[in-house]
């Protein structure tokens, strides 16, 4: 009877607003393990610090983007989360790393932060005309941010460092996302960067299975 009633409630509105909620937590989810891995092992080597740089950047183009186009809640909830889990990142990197290193990449980080929040005023002045170029400045940024990855791997011929479960994560979400983008036919750029994720998520996967080494 419960279930019944739960399959009565939940009208195709009701799916795709779920599915979006599900897509978005999974994007979150997907830091959560490589989090766990640089915390185990002491270190933030095992991500690329190009990735790391075109993430942060992504997702500051991305939060104009969402904010600017008042996209549904589950991205204005989720997206500053997985805003929070890049940062949480970075500041790992910056924290293991010593002595010079550490200060370049911090100077380096607040610089980037501050153009961002100097272009604050002119997006609430005139938010959509900023959104629509920013939501494709993410999408590439989020794809540039993915291929140091592949590249490191496959250079060093090892994913240790590199957790799976970001991986999985992202794929999940990105799938969800794209299925989610074409039925509510959301905007291009996200669509966009919901294929990007799932083509990156298969070849990353793929070079996982390669390499033979798991670090979920």
Known sequence: MALSWLIAFLTPAHMLELSMWVAQFFYFACFVPQIITNFRVKSGTGVSDLLLAFYFNAYLFLLYYI??????????????LQMVATITLIVQRVYYAQGAESKRL?????????VFVAILPFAVQDPISIAHPFGWCSFFAAFASQIPQVVKIHRQKTVAGFSFGFVLFLGLAAFIELTTAVVAQLPAQTLCGALRGLVMAAIMSLQFVRYRTYHA
């Open 67 to 80: 904010f600017g186009l008042n996209l549904p809640l589950a991205y204005q909830v989720m997206v500053p």
């Open 106 to 114: 911090l100077r380096l980080y607040l610089i980037n932060a501050a």
